[in-house]
């Protein structure tokens, strides 16, 4: 195998793809600052976020949601309210087979330092390990995935959370 392969009439060569391991650091800059633990999972066809009290409304002749995140895991304290256009709404089956209807929205995946364009889809994850899931199609033609390392992006310091809180913002700026 020459590790080639063709995707949309255009070949392209693997070993030129950036890798990304199976949990990543991400930020979502048109939405928020903070950056937020993703779980790369190639199993899912589109890209999900942990978003809480989504409420659907008409702003302009434009439909419209407006939503709640909590960019850390294990912390409902910081809260980050965000409105977006809605784009569509699919229905969605999860991996334990239950289908649900949520809305979509387009935003900036930023990971590896590269900014992408992604559809995201709005669900409760409360029972999930990771705020957001990074599907296929925001990977497709872009990254390799790992399976067997995290984090290729950097880690974020181990410090108190104050300290880290403030190292949030520049993880991607340090060299």
Known sequence: MTGRKRQAGVELDAGELPVVGWREWVRLPDLCRPYIKAKVDTGA???ALHAHDLRIYTENGVEMVRFTIHPRQRNEEKAITISAPVIDHRHVRSSHGKTTFRPVILTTLEILGQRLPIELTLVGRHSMKFRMLIGRQALRG??????????????????????????????????
């Open 45 to 47: 066809r589109t890209s």
């Open 142 to 175: 872009r990254f390799l995935v790992n399976t067997g390392e995290s984090y290729l992006s950097g880690r974020l310091p181990r410090r108190s959370p104050a300290a880290r809180e403030q190292s949030i913002t520049t993880i991607g700026e340090e060299s």
